[in-house]
T-cell receptor, first 114, second 118 residues
Framework: EPEVTQTPSHQVTQMGQEVILRCVPI?????FYWYRQILGQKVEFLVS????????KSEIFDDQFSVERPDGSNFTLKIRSTKLEDSAMYFC????????????FGDGTRLSIL | AQKITQTQPGMFVQEKEAVTLDCTYD???????LFWYKQPSSGEMIFLIY??????QNATEGRYSLNFQKARKSANLVISASQLGDSAMYFC???????????????FGAGTTVTVRA
């Protein structure tokens, strides 16, 4: 069964550094998402992306965050200048079309900011 | 205001018994959907079951069933014949408003940790 792939599984970065989290959505999916989960807390929506542009973003997704689909397969989340509070598990998700259910999640990238 | 409320932070269940995980939701949208995801200790998010607001029957997927009570705005997950591998965190989530947008985000509850005892 096709799956969403995220790399790396764990990223350790110094505070203030830029980090790029990578995702390969399921190949025929058109809608892409990033969520985050701070340790012990609930999953929070960050951003949704469709037709090469952001559809919706949350208050968390400030100017330090950006998303990109640089080619036909990858979907990336960039944090420009990381802060300690960015430490979390980041999930990428995708879905095929408006009617398809559910969003398919990747295994996540655990981001640790030192 | 919380859109999804899961009031049980943790539950213990004996192997082979059934367990019910509570979920209540809040929305004014007539079109919405409810999901349950499982998150094992390894961290991945595994989709379990989906219920649409217009679905007439309660959803079932193998040992998982969703007790959907629309008037009460509840969507409880029932896991029958619990197995040791069911030990995990379980999240209830809701999507809203496909009628006004082709794209939607999921709002998650705080989760319930289930521990299955042998």
């Amino acid at each position: 069964e096709p799956e969403v792939t995220q790399t790396p599984s764990h990223q350790v970065t110094q505070m203030g550094q830029e980090v790029i989290l990578r995702c390969v959505p399921i190949s025929n999916h058109l809608y892409f998402y990033w969520y985050r989960q701070i340790l012990g807390q609930k999953v929070e929506f960050l951003v949704s992306f469709y037709n090469n542009e952001i559809s919706e973003k949350s208050e968390i997704f400030d100017d330090q965050f950006s998303v990109e689909r640089p080619d036909g397969s990858n979907f990336t989340l960039k944090i420009r200048s990381t802060k300690l509070e960015d430490s979390a598990m980041y999930f990428c998700a995708s879905k095929k079309d408006p009617e398809s259910q559910p969003q398919h999640f990747g295994d996540g990238t655990r981001l640790s900011i030192l | 205001a919380q859109k999804i409320t899961q009031t049980q932070p943790g539950m213990f269940v004996q192997e082979k018994e059934a367990v019910t995980l509570d979920c209540t939701y809040d929305t004014s949208d007539p079109s919405y959907g409810l999901f349950w995801y499982k998150q094992p200790s390894s961290g991945e998010m595994i989709f379990l079951i989906y219920q649409g607001s217009y679905d007439q029957q309660n959803a079932t997927e193998g040992r998982y069933s969703l007790n959907f009570q629309k008037a009460r705005k509840s969507a409880n997950l029932v896991i029958s014949a619990s197995q040791l591998g069911d030990s995990a965190m379980y999240f209830c989530a809701m999507r809203e408003g496909t009628l006004r947008s082709n794209d939607y985000k999921l709002s998650f509850g705080a989760g319930t940790t289930v521990t299955v005892r042998a």
